[in-house]
């Protein structure tokens, strides 16, 4: 560990032992801290702003490394931040045995099929694909992850039409349109979904949590056949 990770390490261990309000914080209580500076990092990245981007990163080590202390004092399973640290690098090592081992890896889709090879090995307990995916994550973004899941068990996890085979209409009817061609595009047809939810009463978030959930069961159904 470099000597400003280290006292970055101690500073939080002092903090941790003398502050009364840091002493009575569990991981727990963190939740919601962890949650919101994930999401100032992200709009320091999107915005484009770099010395907020600096301030934010430091903010989220912050998290990791308060978790890291109030792990080190838990009586029947401490560890600390070198622990966290070494299990982080082992990790990556395995992960990339185009870098440090002999594998070989030209594409970026060769280095996705050593990475999943690793993870699977690591994770053989895991009897579903779905298993992993956090419950917790945001509707949308756990959508998309949920999807990519999907896609490797069921022949159509998009729903009656595939998205591909509506993709390929350059011009949609007034029944169905066509879908966005941009990233700029999708997120003004999401927010026009939004705003018929809510002119219609409906809550958008909890629609798409359930047709998530439809997804969940159809993929467990299709696992266990």
């Known amino acids: 560990m470099s000597d400003a990770l280290r006292d970055a390490a101690e500073t939080m261990r002092a903090?941790?032992?003398?502050?009364?309000?840091?002493?009575?914080?569990?991981?727990r209580d963190l939740v919601p801290y962890l949650i919101e500076e994930s999401h100032e990092v992200i709009d320091a990245v999107e915005v484009g702003d770099r010395a907020e981007l600096r301030e934010e990163l430091g903010d989220l080590l912050w998290q990791v490394l308060f978790h890291s202390a109030i792990a080190a004092q838990d009586p029947d399973d401490p560890f600390d931040i070198d622990d966290v640290a070494r299990t982080l690098t082992e990790k990556m090592v395995r992960r990339h045995p185009h870098v440090f081992a002999n594998a070989v890896a030209t594409t970026p889709e060769e280095v996705l099929v050593h990475w999943n090879a690793a993870k699977a090995a690591e994770k053989h307990e895991r009897t579903s694909v779905l298993d992993g995916v956090p419950s917790g994550m945001p509707s949308l973004a756990r959508a998309q992850k949920v999807l990519g899941r999907a896609a490797s068990v069921l022949a159509e996890p998009a729903g009656p039409r595939s998205l591909s085979e509506r993709s390929e209409s350059k011009r949609g009817s007034a029944e169905e349109p066509a879908l966005p061609a941009s990233e700029a595009e999708l997120g003004d047809a999401l927010l026009a979904l939004v705003s018929q939810a809510r002119a219609n009463g409906w809550d958008a978030e909890r629609a798409l949590r359930e047709r998530i959930r439809v997804l969940e069961n159809e993929v467990r159904v299709a696992e266990s056949a």
Request: charged share 25%.
């Open 15 to 27: 903090v941790r032992e003398r502050c009364v309000w840091s002493q009575q914080i569990t991981h």
